[in-house]
């Protein structure tokens, strides 16, 4: 089993930044691809910004340009700036990991971790 950790959510001003970070633990072979995502109220749940174990990165349209995804060997972090009250939301972060005898891939997904912004 692995488990991923999120942490750094909160309340802050419109303006303001936030970083998140995704600490990954557990029957680890490899991890692929991480990455966060999102979820408002009432909405579906929308990808933030996803990095491959080479360093790619894609964010979503809607923060690019404020947000930058980074990562260090099983940790991801999302370091978020100009923060805007749309951007509140929960936000979860997302593993795609190898494991197992022969090798398998599974998505994880982390409890998830609050972020609120205010007008």
């Known amino acids: 089993q692995v488990q991923l950790v999120e942490s750094g959510g909160g309340l802050v001003q419109a303006g303001g930044s936030l970083r998140l970070s995704c600490a990954a633990s557990g029957r680890i072979f490899s991890i692929n691809a991480m990455g966060w995502y999102r979820q408002a109220p009432g909405k579906q749940r929308e990808l933030v910004a996803t990095i491959t174990p080479g360093g790619s990165r894609n964010h979503g349209d809607s923060v690019k340009g404020r947000f930058t995804i980074s990562r260090l060997e099983n940790t991801v972090y999302l370091q978020m700036s100009s923060l805007k009250p749309e951007d509140t939301g929960v936000y979860y972060c997302?593993?795609?990991?190898?494991?197992?005898?022969?090798?398998?891939?599974?998505?994880?997904w982390g409890k998830g971790t609050l972020v609120t912004v205010s007008s």
């Open positions: 997302n593993a795609n990991v190898m494991e197992g005898s022969p090798r398998y891939s599974v998505n994880y």
